[in-house]
């Protein structure tokens, strides 16, 4: 009887939870729809010192940022549709039998997949009653426009790429650049700087590891050589030539020889104890005096002049000497030359359209992230010895963002207008099935999951601090600490990525996560609610909202309200039910 | 396409008994010849955990002075004051800070050649938690989540490695294991891990975890494999929060006796706990013991921490002999590096990976030896250098793991679990 009629009362509860949204205040600063508008505690507003160095250097390059939007939204489209149609001529042409095309996601999934994917946490229950009641035919678009122009826009990936650099890092005392690599980046992709030139500036970067950001894949590897040089050539082109290292791989066709010529350009990186004030930390140094000192320990505290490649048959003799020579062009630089010009000269290189791999692992990261599946898997594992699943489309997309001078967000603009995207979710497809006919649901990242249980349950961003305003370095907040416990390495095949049970037994049992289930005392979010709203139905609307970002099916719904009559209070009840919802599998996965 | 897309994905059942996905082989080729490896050693491990081998690691964070624990040097200006003392096997002396330990010394394989190249706390704890060094492409697992891996037992409703103590920076996880193999951290023993306790009574989480099947239950989608993957968690999750093997976290259980046999400080109740942990079928516990860098005022810094090791470890040593469980459980003592055989100006010793001590005790080990010598004045291994390669090579002998085994990283590229290193023979039984 209620399928019309639920969803009525569901608009019901709609109405009556915009006017919710309007007097709670732990939620008045979240969203573009939201009346509030405040910044939260851990967006840009914060940004102190680091930025402002960050700032200086930036503007010190010879190119201004991607001027905002300039493309338009249109080139988007038009991109977006030759992308789709490429797809279908190389990868859907030939589907096997009895497969589908997955139809276009609903309104509600496409929402809470686009705000996952771009600030990093749900929709608020306004935004996702205003978009569905809107109308417009564009409204997906402006929806991803919205989302882009957010200052949550550049924390979210500003976490994901401090991720995969410091989940690899070789040493746990780097992770003090963790929360100035978080700033850099945030600023940097709200900006809308060009990729090409924050990979520069991580390139090139020198100064104290807590202050400048832009060190970390320096830093994560304590200055070593050989894994600054695979780092670099891993996040930045997705080429994992280290694995050419010790010995000729058979089936890669870069030899050992190039990646010790890639070393070449790293030998004179220091990483030294510095003093900033009281703290104790490092600096990224360039160490260009000539007199090659041994290296006492196994760190990076002293550069070398140059780069020698060990000889395997007599690893204690000094090796052989190696010229500076990028691999992927052959392009080569002088033996002699400074730290700086070394450094500067490959990000030119790197950076330049000869080298097809920079623009590609950016869109394999990203095509990957959001969809589920990357071009190349793992998403940075690439290179013309690797199975890549559409190679057409790859080549154009890639070269159209290259076309854009690197612009991030016209690249999410782009891939989140294809259909492609926008497609309904299935389970990860096996090796003999044709990929991309559906997008697949992504295990949240950690600190996605924190954000949306911390609107869940309506607790303020202000009490969870973040970072102690007396230090700006420390880095042990709420956000950080749940992170190790529900934290993975971006860069592994999320496939692998499985739920723990240290995670599980924190979502079930964390005292903190059960006050704030209380419908009574001092947690009062969920007690604001239910007096706010007397129809369980509206309440159990409003919870699935918060928590979901979408309405409840009529099954559930039905399941709800059984419950509640089941329970002697109907507090009890909505606390059983926020706690399920924030414990269900859904919670954890985008969709 | 498949060829072309040269994955190998196959569905496993993880120690949860959760389905969980495990593929990545490079080509067909070298995935069937590796899933033959895998079968052969499937077996060979369901054979392990019957034996129910476990082993306990006592870390010593911060590099603990080899002259003022197993290698004296009396007679040396090097030595210091430290005085050696007889043990209860004749010939073999160690500091006198380890009275206790000196009464067990049959037990123990005291290794004096000990012997590697990092001497920084980062790289040296890891190399010594992993055997390998820390390279940014491949990350290598700890020692515990190895043995996790290979021996824990599918009957064990508790995490079969568990970390006792607050702080293992730089020791590795999971890694390439993945994270489900993460250690599961006790900050203190004696007090209940985080997260442990229901909050509200047995019957309402029961009907909560109802709630979550019946809400699941009634969602219309594709991700049913997701779901079934996320209850099986769930289930294992709320098994171990309501098993009575949770009582093992609980001191109190144990009688006032035999908490005072262990001694009265934090490191006495990691033994005790651990202990109780393998006795529960837990098959890897790691127990910290910290601040080892005694740069200064190194004599009397190595007495207090002498003094809240000696009385546990023998005691462990004891208790796990009393009661049977010594035969199959292997206890390594060690830390990141020894130290400098110079005294400097502040009476301290400084970092010294070249020439240092480890122990093993219990499963497979041939007590009452010293393996290595050290020169007179402890500057050099004169006799029978052990890599951290060879340690872990025993130590995993010791266990019936074979160390050749290998483990698939995120590219895809085979590791073994121990690249290179010899098994110490002389050290098993």
């Known amino acids: 009887m209620r399928c019309v009629s639920s969803w009525c009362r569901g608009l019901g509860a709609i109405v009556l939870v915009v006017g919710l949204e309007n007097v709670a205040p732990a939620q008045s600063d979240r969203g573009p729809t939201s009346a509030g508008g405040a910044s939260s505690s851990d967006a840009a507003a914060d940004l102190k010192a680091p930025a402002a160095v960050a700032e200086e250097r930036a503007g010190s390059l010879d190119r201004p940022a991607v001027a905002a939007s300039a493309a338009g939204a249109g080139d988007a489209a038009e991109v977006a549709a030759r992308v789709d149609e490429l797809l279908g001529e190389e990868v859907f042409a030939q589907l096997g039998p009895g497969e589908t095309l997955a139809p276009r996601a609903s309104d509600e999934v496409f929402l809470r997949r686009a705000a996952l994917d771009l600030i990093g946490e749900n929709p608020t229950p306004a935004e996702v009653i205003a978009f569905l009641l809107d109308e417009t035919v564009d409204k997906r678009a402006r929806a991803s426009e919205q989302f882009l122009a957010e200052p949550r826009f550049g924390h979210n990936w500003a976490r994901y790429w401090r991720d995969v650099i410091f989940y690899r890092r070789a040493d746990d005392r780097s992770l003090i650049t963790a929360p100035a690599t978080e700033e850099f980046l945030a600023e940097k992709f709200n900006q809308n700087i060009g990729w090409d030139l924050i990979a520069r500036e991580f390139i090139v970067a020198t100064g104290n590891i807590r202050e400048n950001g832009q060190t970390a894949v320096i830093a994560a590897q304590d200055g070593m050589t050989e894994d600054v040089t695979a780092e670099i050539s891993r996040i930045f082109m997705g080429v994992q030539i280290q694995c050419a290292q010790c010995h000729d791989h058979p089936t890669d066709r870069w030899k050992r020889e190039q990646f010790h010529e890639l070393a070449a350009f790293f030998p004179r990186v220091a990483v030294r104890p510095e003093r900033l004030g009281d703290i104790r930390t490092f600096a990224v140094v360039s160490d260009d005096r000539l007199f090659p000192r041994r290296r006492m320990k196994n760190d990076g505290r002293f550069g070398q002049p140059e780069h020698y490649m060990p000889d395997l048959n007599d690893p204690e003799s000094r090796g052989k000497l190696m010229t500076p020579t990028f691999f992927v062009t052959g392009q080569q630089l002088r033996l002699g030359a400074t730290d700086l010009e070394r450094r500067g000269t490959l990000a030119d290189w790197m950076t330049s359209r000869q080298n097809p791999w920079f623009a590609k692992a950016f869109v394999n990261r990203v095509w990957g992230e959001l969809m589920g599946e990357g071009f190349y898997e793992p998403l940075d594992d690439l290179g013309p010895d690797r199975p890549c699943s559409a190679p057409r489309t790859l080549e154009y997309l890639a070269g159209q963002f290259e076309a854009h001078q690197y612009d991030i967000k016209w690249l999410y603009r782009t891939v989140m207008s294809t259909q492609a995207y926008q497609r309904e979710s299935r389970p990860r497809r096996t090796p003999e099935q044709t990929p991309f006919l559906a997008n697949c649901s992504q295990r949240l990242r950690s600190d996605q999951i924190f954000s949306c249980l911390m609107n869940a349950l309506g607790i303020p961003r202000e009490m969870l601090g973040g970072r102690d305003p007396g230090n700006r370095f420390r880095n042990n907040g709420p956000r950080f600490l749940f992170s190790r416990v529900f934290g993975y390495d971006p860069s592994d095949p999320r496939q692998e990525v499985t739920g723990t049970i240290p995670q599980a037994l924190l979502l079930m049992n964390s005292p903190i996560i059960n006050r704030m289930v209380q419908a009574r005392g001092r947690g009062g979010e969920l007690g604001r609610l239910l007096a706010a709203e007397p129809e369980n139905e509206g309440a159990v609307v409003e919870l699935y909202l918060r928590c979901l970002a979408r309405r409840p099916s009529q099954a559930e719904l039905e399941v709800c309200l059984e419950h509640i009559r089941t329970c002697s209070s109907r507090g009890e009840a909505f606390e059983d039910l926020l706690w399920s919802l924030v414990n269900r599998t859904e919670f954890l996965y985008r969709p | ?429």
């Open chain 2, 1 to 429: 396409m498949s060829l072309q897309l040269a994955h190998h994905v196959h569905a496993a059942v993880n120690r949860w008994g959760v389905i969980g996905r495990r593929h990545f082989l490079r080509n067909l080729a070298a995935g069937a010849a590796s899933l033959g490896l895998v079968d052969r050693l499937a077996l060979q491990a369901d054979e392990l955990r019957r034996q129910g081998k476990a082993c306990i690691l006592l870390w010593m964070q911060g590099g603990p002075s080899q002259f003022e624990t197993w290698d004296p040097k009396p007679g040396h200006g090097n030595g210091g004051e430290t005085k050696a003392i007889d043990t209860s096997v004749p010939g073999i002396q160690v500091a006198e800070n380890l009275p206790r330990l000196a009464a067990v010394a049959h037990e123990l394989a005291i290794i004096r050649s000990m012997s590697t190249r990092e001497g920084n706390h980062q790289r040296a704890s890891f190399l010594m938690h992993t055997a390998h060094v820390p390279v940014a492409s491949v990350q290598y697992p700890a020692m515990g989540s190895v043995v996790w891996k290979e021996l824990g037992s599918p009957d064990c409703q508790l995490p079969s490695f568990v970390r006792v103590g607050r702080r293992f920076p730089n020791s590795s996880d999971g890694g390439l294991l993945g994270t489900d193999y993460n250690a599961f951290l006790v900050p203190q023993a004696g007090r209940l891990p985080e997260n442990v306790q229901l909050t509200t009574d047995q019957a309402r989480f029961q009907r909560r975890l109802a709630l979550i099947d019946r809400l699941e239950a009634a969602t219309t989608g594709a991700e049913a494999e997701l779901v079934a993957s996320h209850r099986g968690l769930y289930r294992k999750a709320s098994q171990m929060v309501l098993s009575p093997q949770m009582k093992a976290f609980d001191l109190g259980q144990e009688p006032d006796a035999v908490r005072q046999r262990y001694g009265e400080s934090e490191f006495a109740a990691g033994c005790l706990l651990a202990r109780r942990l393998v006795e529960a079928g837990v098959v890897f516990v790691e127990v910290g013991l910290g601040n080892w860098d005694t740069h200064d005022n190194n004599f009397e810094r190595s007495r207090d921490l002498t003094a809240q090791l000696d009385q546990p470890f023998a005691c462990l040593l004891q208790d796990l002999r009393e009661r049977g469980l010594l035969d199959r459980t292997l206890v390594v003592w060690m830390g990141e590096f020894g130290r400098t055989p110079r005294i400097n100006p502040r009476a301290g010793r400084d970092h010294y990976p070249r020439a240092f001590s480890a122990v093993l005790a219990g499963s497979g080990i041939r007590g009452g030896q010293v393996i290595g010598r050290t020169s007179a004045g402890g500057e050099d291994v004169v006799d029978r250098p052990v890599s951290a390669q060879d340690l872990f090579r025993t130590v995993y002998a010791a266990l019936g793991i074979d160390a050749d085994k290998e483990n698939m990283s995120s590219i895809g590229r085979p590791i073994k679990i121990v690249e290179g290193g010899a098994v110490v023979q002389e050290a098993l039984a």
